[in-house]
């Protein structure tokens, strides 16, 4: 009885590792979200998004160092988010100062 016992809480154990997958597509869009809001300036137009971008893109890879999958994707979807509006945000500054 002791043997299927450790049999079965090892599967289980290994079946739940095996459930998450690493997100590298969001990772990988969170950075060149990221780097794209950087480079339109997003730190001076549009601080407050750029500063929230940073803080969520930190905080994504931090969480895949450790190898909390399903959180690195929660914080690299909202790093997206922000750095999107953050870029956006600037874009639109510039083109309302050329009118």
Same mark, same amino acid.
């Given at each position: +009885?002791?043997? @299927? !016992?450790?049999?079965?809480? /090892?599967?289980? @154990? +290994?079946?739940?590792?095996?459930?998450?997958?690493?997100?590298? @597509? *969001? +990772?990988?869009?969170?950075?060149?979200?990221? @780097?794209? =809001?950087?480079?339109?300036? =997003?730190?001076? /137009? #549009?601080?407050?998004?750029? &500063?929230? #971008?940073?803080?969520?893109?930190? %905080?994504?890879?931090?969480?895949? &160092? &450790?190898?909390?999958?399903? %959180?690195? %994707?929660?914080?690299?979807? !909202? /790093?997206? %988010?922000?750095?999107? *509006?953050?870029?956006? =945000?600037? *874009? &639109?500054?510039? =083109? !309302? *100062?050329?009118?």
């Amino acid at each position: +009885m002791p043997k @299927i !016992l450790i049999i079965f809480s /090892s599967l289980f @154990i +290994m079946a739940c590792g095996v459930a998450t997958t690493r997100p590298k @597509i *969001e +990772m990988a869009y969170a950075q060149s979200a990221f @780097i794209a =809001a950087k480079n339109a300036g =997003a730190q001076v /137009s #549009a601080p407050a998004l750029y &500063r929230k #971008a940073e803080f969520y893109y930190l %905080k994504a890879k931090s969480a895949y &160092r &450790r190898k909390y999958f399903n %959180k690195a %994707k929660q914080y690299a979807l !909202l /790093s997206t %988010k922000f750095s999107e *509006e953050a870029e956006y =945000a600037t *874009e &639109r500054k510039k =083109a !309302l *100062e050329n009118l």
